[in-house]
Nanobody, 123 residues
Framework: VQLQASGGGLVQAGGSLRLSCAASGRNLSGYVMAWFRQAPGKEREFVAAGRWRNGITYYADSVKGRGTISRDGAKNTSYLQIDSLKPEDTAVYYC?????????????????WGQGTLVTVSS
């Protein structure tokens, strides 16, 4: 499985951004797809995940109400949209995937990772 993250950039506070994670090598319809982020000097943290087998989604408190994770099965692509962006959302965002039942919010449970895309939110 290969994951390619894209869509990062420079955004003003209050704006929106949609990140994409294109998968290749396998159909990920039954997988858990997730997004993590890592700000400078901080540990990687969970942002959102979707368990596409049953359609359940999960969000970190920091983006709950502002973030939406979704997928396009035909394109084998997962998306993360974050609205009302804040400077503290600035980070490198990584997509990840796992075929197993895992601790959704733990990075260790995901064997497949994209390369990361930088999101910078200016105040």
């Amino acid at each position: 499985v290969q994951l390619q993250a894209s869509g990062g950039g420079l955004v003003q506070a209050g704006g929106s951004l949609r990140l994409s994670c294109a998968a290749s090598g396998r159909n990920l319809s039954g997988y858990v797809m997730a997004w993590f982020r890592q700000a400078p000097g901080k540990e990687r943290e969970f942002v959102a995940a979707g368990r596409w087998r049953n359609g359940i989604t999960y969000y970190a408190d920091s983006v709950k109400g502002r973030g939406t994770i979704s997928r396009d099965g035909a394109k084998n692509t997962s998306y993360l949209q974050i609205d009302s962006l804040k400077p503290e959302d600035t980070a490198v965002y990584y997509c990840a995937a796992s075929s197993n039942s895992i601790n959704i919010r733990g990075a260790a449970g995901y064997p497949y990772w994209g390369q990361g895309t930088l999101v910078t939110v200016s105040s």
